[in-house]
């Protein structure tokens, strides 16, 4: 098949004070969530001018993309949409149809099989070509890359760098976005993601490691992954472990999650407890991520075998 154009697909966030309910309310609408849980996440983006982190990320990544496929000669205009601000996955299928598209490769920013992380983006796809009439598109996603060795590589670089400046006895603790139970047991996230721990671990020679998870936002009456981030740090603590590198591994860029939960509440946390914490960065846009994404699209264009998901996999629990 012949792809002519990558879209890229991603979380979205707002980008100023007045966005910020609104965008709360795309994120949050069908969910059970109090008005004052609601009111604590806005204030996660007070802190930063209503700013969130990842759109810019987005549009660096574009920048470097198109550079890439200059000298690779890679002959694809690149579309991007989010699932919950602008620009919306509506407005950029309008985009493509004006512009003739009819086969494309996308990329979306999640590393690891899950319903929010890949199930609900093709059905926000699926959404948004249905309203817009652009039904005759043909929508194909990359690879998952929870194990590809450039991913893994960037995320053992940026734990090096921070092995630098601790001691060599220091505890490692990956984190990712904690998601219900009842999701894991119906995706291959959790394994995924322990798969992704013991290659960097190994690679970086420190056994001291644990994967745990932050960002919980569901009601406390439902299960969701645990640890947390913060209960963790309490744990190893009182066994005296005294320095923590942290490594966002679930993640695929620094934004606002990564921002408040580490380097906000996970550092006051330490402090309470007197751990001296070094944080590695995600792997965001670094050189070794363009170069996989560019990869796996010459792979796919070359015609190599398309990823597909299972029809069942990683479906919507709630239904």
Known sequence: MKFDALLIVSFGGPEAMADVMPFLENVLRGKNVSEE???????HYEMFNGVSPINAQNRELIELLK?????????????????????????????M????????LVYFASAYGSY?????????????????????????????FFDHPNFIQ???????????????D????????????????TSPYVTQLRQACELVAGKVGISSWELVYQSRSGPPQVPWLELDICDHLEVIAKKGVREVI??????????????????????????????????????????????????????????????ICKSDCCPNPRR
């Open 246 to 307: 942290l490594s966002p591994i679930g993640f695929v860029s620094d934004h606002m999650e990564v921002k408040y939960d580490l380097d906000i509440e996970a550092k006051q946390k330490a402090e309470q407890l007197g751990l001296k914490v070094y944080r590695a960065s995600s792997a965001g846009n670094d050189p070794l991520m363009i170069d996989m994404i560019a990869s796996m699209i010459q792979d796919r264009m070359k015609g190599q075998s398309a990823f």
């Open 154 to 168: 960037v995320n053992v670089q940026n734990i090096q760098k921070q092995m630098k400046l601790a001691s060599s």
């Open 67 to 95: 550079e890439k496929f200059k000298k690779e000669n890679i002959q694809l205009p690149i579309f991007w949409g989010n699932r919950n601000w602008k620009p919306y996955l509506k407005d950029t299928f309008q985009e």
């Open 170 to 185: 220091a505890h490692l603790a990956f984190t990712a976005h904690s998601i219900p139970v009842s999701m894991t047991q």
């Open 116 to 144: 929010s992380g890949c199930r609900q983006y093709f059905e926000n796809i699926a959404h948004a070509q249905k309203e817009t009439g652009t039904e005759a598109i043909h929508v194909e996603r990359l690879p998952l």
């Open 97 to 104: 149809k004006a512009a003739g598209v009819s086969n494309v």
């Open 37 to 43: 849980r609601k009111k604590e996440v806005a204030h």
